[in-house]
């Protein structure tokens, strides 16, 4: 936002308007005692051209996936999206549209949030979705507690390749609850089926799979939700890429009954971790146990179409305690932008951007598996992320490739990454985004770190 100065004038009357003589009367309130009383060592006053000027030297000074090969990805994707976007979610129309308290009156916001919810539910081919939650972390707890309601037992099974931000929310979540957590092993990068089954019980509430998962891999959703379904009344939990859903099997179509992910792929930039959005979707009969607000269109006493908030008596501003869910509220902007993303490349698009991400993620793993010293960590098909075993440590190989402005990828032993794997494993992503030019030019550093 520009800052545009105020005159001593225009000071003046601010300070008139509410009613004091100066800024020191602001604060008031404030304690002397605390109050900070000496001068603030501050830099001698520039004149807008050399604050200008300042500026734009300290912002030349950082560099990220805006003017850098970026091959980063563990949950937050470097993806293309239109300039329309941009231009239209500034419009004052779509930016200061936040989710209203009397939502039949803002008929233009439940209508975006209604198409939002159309596309989320055929992107994952199941019945509905609600208006979005969070980001993908808490709607993957948010799921969890919802099974946990709905089927009255209380045993969660969690693949152990789910990502680890997602695993650490979903204990903060159950920690007050009676509900234990068992991770399944993926001494392989990917679960199986025989651990799978072996560790359902009648005491089983979800199952929860991330596919393409924190390692990249494809997991067999359909074998392994086939198997919770015939031991009961287990809820199956996909945890999906949407992305991804343009190329692999939709979560319904592998028999997912909740499918839940992370947004930011769908028209968000990176942005520093955020903000982003959580996408929920279930089959029907879950509907009134669904977190957060689901818009339904209707039609008004005249006949005419009109959309209205409904559901909301399941959330904690309504009915307090007995609530389902504390969500009340959803991320209308980025819901938006995910909206206009899906609409601007619509079935085509969605399919072609998720074939490039394959294809190039494959040729760049064939290449660096070439390389002498390193290797594929795990064998089985993968979407556009895959582990590679260097011959050093993962951190020293980003920081070579850093001095060569390209962002190689996510070091797996990182804490941030809750330590999953082993010093010298580096996880790459490729996106659409991605050139040949930069892939070789990534393989060409990586062969000189180890030459």
Same mark, same amino acid.
């Given at each position: 936002?520009?800052?545009? *100065? ?10 008139? !308007?509410?009613?004091? *003589?100066? =800024? ?35 912002? #030349? ?37 936040? @989710? ?6 803002? $008929?233009?916001?439940?209508?975006? &949030? &209604?198409e939002f919810q159309t596309q989320i539910a055929r992107l ?13 972390? /808490? ?11 709905? /089927?009255?037992?209380? +045993?969660?099974?969690?693949?152990? /390749? ?5 695993? $650490?929310?979903? +204990?903060?979540?159950?920690? %007050? ?26 005491? @089983? ?31 199956? =939990? ?22 839940? %992910? ?50 909301? @008596? ?9 609530? !389902?869910?504390?969500?009340? !509220? ?15 490349? %619509? ?22 598996? $070439? =390389? ?12 556009h992320e895959f582990v590679i075993t260097c011959p050093k ?8 490739? $850093? ?15 809750? #330590? ?32």
């Amino acid at each position: 936002m520009d800052y545009t *100065q105020i005159t001593a004038d225009e000071q003046a009357n601010m300070l008139g !308007t509410v009613g004091v *003589q100066s =800024i020191d009367d602001l604060f008031e309130v404030i304690p002397p005692e605390i109050r900070y009383n000496d001068t603030l060592d501050l830099p001698p006053a520039m004149s807008e051209l050399e604050l200008q000027r300042g500026l734009q030297e300290m912002a #030349g000074q950082n560099h990220g996936s805006h003017d850098m090969a970026c091959f980063m990805g563990g949950g937050a994707y470097d993806h293309f999206y239109p300039v329309l976007i941009d231009q239209l979610i500034s419009r004052g129309e779509y930016l200061t549209a936040y @989710t209203p308290y009397q939502a039949e009156a803002s $008929q233009g916001s439940l209508q975006a &949030f &209604f198409e939002f919810q159309t596309q989320i539910a055929r992107l994952t081919g199941l019945d509905l979705a609600n208006a979005s939650l969070y980001d993908g972390a /808490t709607a993957v707890a948010e799921a969890v507690l919802m099974s946990l309601g709905a /089927t009255r037992k209380s +045993k969660v099974l969690v693949a152990s /390749t789910l990502h680890p931000d997602y695993r $650490q929310v979903l +204990k903060t979540y159950l920690s %007050g609850h009676d509900a234990e957590i068992i991770e399944l092993p993926a001494p392989q990068g990917r679960i199986s089926a025989k651990a799978v089954t072996a560790t359902l019980s009648d005491d @089983t509430a979800c199952l929860v799979i991330q596919s393409p998962n924190v390692y990249g891999l494809i997991e067999d959703w359909e074998s392994y939700f086939a198997a919770a379904h015939e031991q009961g009344n287990v809820m199956t =939990i996909a945890v999906f890429n949407p992305i991804a859903c343009g190329l692999l099997k939709k979560p319904g179509e592998c028999g997912a009954d909740v499918a839940v %992910g992370e947004g930011q792929p769908l028209g968000a930039p990176i942005s520093l971790g955020g903000p982003y959005l959580g996408l929920f979707a279930a089959a029907e009969k879950f509907m009134r146990k669904m977190p957060g607000r689901l818009i339904g269109r209707t039609t008004d006493a005249q006949g005419r179409p009109c959309y209205c908030l409904t559901l909301q @008596t399941r959330e904690q501003h309504i009915r307090g305690a007995k609530a !389902t869910s504390n969500v009340c !509220t959803n991320q209308g902007l980025l819901a938006l932008r995910a909206s206009m993303f899906i609409t601007a490349l %619509g079935p085509q698009g969605l399919k072609d951007m998720a074939e490039q991400c394959y294809h190039k993620a494959h040729y760049l793993a064939e290449r660096i598996s $070439q =390389i002498n010293g390193y290797s594929l960590k795990y064998e089985g098909p993968f979407f556009h992320e895959f582990v590679i075993t260097c011959p050093k440590p993962a951190s020293q190989i980003i920081k070579a490739c $850093q001095l060569k402005r390209i962002l190689a990828g996510v070091d797996l032993a990182h804490p941030r990454m809750g #330590g999953i794997s082993g010093e010298n494993d580096l996880l790459i992503a490729v996106t659409e985004k991605r050139t040949k030019h930069e892939m070789d030019a990534l393989v060409e550093v990586l062969t000189e770190v180890t030459s």
